[in-house]
């Protein structure tokens, strides 16, 4: 009779369960959530994060939108919401920011000069022609502060004198003017909208304050 092999007894060990509790499942959530942050930021130009704009670098910030809204809110006649919505006026601040910024490099690189006084002359031509000589509730209206009315007479003051030198039509001076806003490098934040070739900013994004519906 043949000897049987005896298997010496193999003991398993119970391995106790770790359960997930509530805690860690936060921490997880909590980690992963920063973890694609950080990746986001660095995705992100440093330069425009808390910037509404970068324009050659300079930032127009979100601060700065944001006052410049409360100040147009502040004019007499002047409703937000017939003048689009928030988002809507936050992209035309930033339009007009933009286009002046680069009329001013324009008048620049082709050595144009508009003085205050020139600015005067052109207001009050521009109020002679406005019935009753009143162009002040049209502007507030449209949302224009002082000093946005004479930025915007400024450049049309800088249009029309490149106009004059160069020959160029509106189509060569619109050209020009994309042309050099890539030179300046127009990054605008994803959050208000795109700049585009049409030289203005879209793209219904939502804003600080009022998200896009």
């Given at each position: ?100 910024e680069i009329f001013l490099r324009l008048a620049e690189d082709e050595d144009i000069e508009v003085s205050e006084a020139d600015i005067d002359d052109a207001i009050d031509e521009i109020s002679a022609q406005a ?83």
């Amino acid at each position: 009779m043949r000897a049987g092999i005896v298997r010496p007894a193999v003991r398993r060990t119970r391995v106790p369960t770790k359960r997930i509790t509530v805690p860690t499942i936060r921490r997880i959530v909590i980690a992963s959530l920063a973890a694609a942050s950080a990746v986001a930021l660095t995705a992100c130009d440093s330069e425009q994060i808390g910037a509404a704009v970068v324009i050659d670098g300079d930032r127009f910030t979100v601060d700065d939108l944001q006052n410049e809204v409360q100040h147009a809110q502040r004019l007499e006649g002047f409703d937000v919401d017939a003048a689009g919505g928030m988002p809507a006026f936050q992209r035309t601040i930033l339009t007009r920011h933009i286009q002046h910024e680069i009329f001013l490099r324009l008048a620049e690189d082709e050595d144009i000069e508009v003085s205050e006084a020139d600015i005067d002359d052109a207001i009050d031509e521009i109020s002679a022609q406005a019935p009753g000589g009143d162009i002040e509730t049209a502007l507030a209206q449209a949302g224009y502060t002082e000093k946005a009315f004479r930025a915007g007479v400024a450049d049309q003051l800088i249009a029309q004198a490149y106009s004059e030198e160069t020959g160029a039509d509106t189509a060569a001076l619109t050209q020009t003017l994309v042309d050099l806003g890539d030179e300046l490098g127009v990054e605008v934040n994803p959050r208000f909208g795109t700049w585009g070739d049409d030289l203005t900013v879209s793209g219904d994004t939502g804003s600080i304050s009022e998200p896009a519906s």
